[in-house]
């Protein structure tokens, strides 16, 4: 097994561990690909809860070149899970103005 890809199962490992609910292997296989959702409020895996009380959310997703960590760098995407504009409408105050 190669340095990058021992490297690229411990940052798995970790990942995992840090974003126990969030973090997901998309791809075992290399190039490996994972992918981390974010939303506004942790809800401890509560879906209901979450879709509730997150009116936002994104998958923060990286796809790990095979020279990945030692010359190359991931890349990124983003997937929009949930952009609620009425949610945004209804806090934007009358204050703020863009020219």
Request: hydrophobic letters at 35%.
């Amino acid at each position: 097994m190669s340095h990058n890809i021992e490297e690229q199962e411990m940052e798995a490992e970790a990942l995992s561990a840090i974003f126990p609910d969030a973090f997901e292997v998309r791809q075992s296989s290399q190039p490996f690909v994972w992918s981390i959702k974010l939303v506004p409020v942790d809800t401890d895996g509560d879906a209901k809860r979450c879709e509730k009380e997150n009116h936002v959310g994104v998958h923060l997703v990286a796809t790990l070149p095979k020279d990945y960590p030692e010359s190359a760098t991931p890349e990124f995407d983003i997937e929009v899970l949930k952009a609620s504009l009425l949610y945004n409408l209804s806090n934007f105050s009358d204050s703020q103005h863009f020219s």
